[in-house]
């Protein structure tokens, strides 16, 4: 089942995880764990966490012609 939050919390972000993920993706399986495994609860705890909130893009900032 963690592996399961793993690639949900890679999806959402559009990359794997990087060290400093480590609190937002064990806080996300958390949540997962807590609802039962529900997954709709996985989704909304990897939204609110620090790593989606701050998530770069690509082109960000830049100006579209």
Same mark, same amino acid.
């Given at each position: 089942?963690?592996?399961?939050?793993?690639?949900?919390?890679?999806?959402? @972000?559009?990359?794997?995880? &990087?060290? &400093? $993920? $480590?609190?937002? @993706?064990? /806080?996300?399986?958390?949540?997962?764990?807590?609802? /039962?495994? $529900? @997954?709709?609860?996985?989704?909304?705890?990897?939204?609110?966490?620090?790593?989606?909130?701050?998530?770069?893009?690509?082109?960000?900032?830049?100006? &579209?012609?």
């Amino acid at each position: 089942r963690r592996c399961i939050a793993t690639h949900w919390f890679r999806a959402a @972000l559009g990359r794997v995880e &990087q060290p &400093q $993920d $480590d609190t937002s @993706l064990a /806080g996300a399986y958390e949540a997962f764990s807590r609802a /039962g495994f $529900d @997954l709709r609860e996985l989704i909304v705890a990897i939204v609110k966490s620090d790593a989606f909130r701050h998530v770069g893009f690509v082109g960000a900032g830049t100006e &579209q012609p």
